[in-house]
């Protein structure tokens, strides 16, 4: 099992920045992937960002790239997710995401989610 908990949410106006965390704690090392995504009211839950914890490989959806930045730590076995110049259509629950290797090398890759935690951005 993974559990994941993130931080850092929060209400920021039009312009601003924020910073989110997730901390991974349980069966880490099964872990090859985290990642961020996020669902506004009414819409599918999208990818935000995503992050190899093996090479760092990244990649970011078309409408954060320049300003949402994905990074880790794997010695603490937390992801962060710096957001600047955030826009109100950022405004979305956010989550943590996790994809494991399973037994005979499967890729699990939807069974661990976080709470979610609530970005709202006022313009």
């Known amino acids: 099992q993974v559990h994941l908990v993130e931080s850092g949410g929060g209400l920021v106006q039009a312009g601003g920045s924020l910073r989110l965390s997730c901390a991974a704690s349980?069966?880490?090392?099964?872990?090859?992937?985290m990642g961020w995504y996020r669902q506004a009211p009414g819409k599918q839950r999208e990818l935000v960002a995503r992050m190899s914890t093996g090479d760092g490989n990244t990649n970011y959806a078309a409408s954060v790239k320049g300003r949402f930045t994905i990074s880790r730590d794997n010695v603490k076995n937390t992801m962060s997710l710096q957001m600047n110049s955030l826009k109100p259509e950022d405004a979305a629950v956010y989550y943590c995401?996790?994809?494991?290797w399973g037994i005979g090398g499967i890729r699990i890759t939807d069974d661990y989610w976080g709470q979610g935690t609530q970005v709202t951005v006022s313009s």
């Open positions: 349980g069966s880490v090392f099964r872990i090859y992937s």
């Open positions: 995401n996790a994809a494991v």
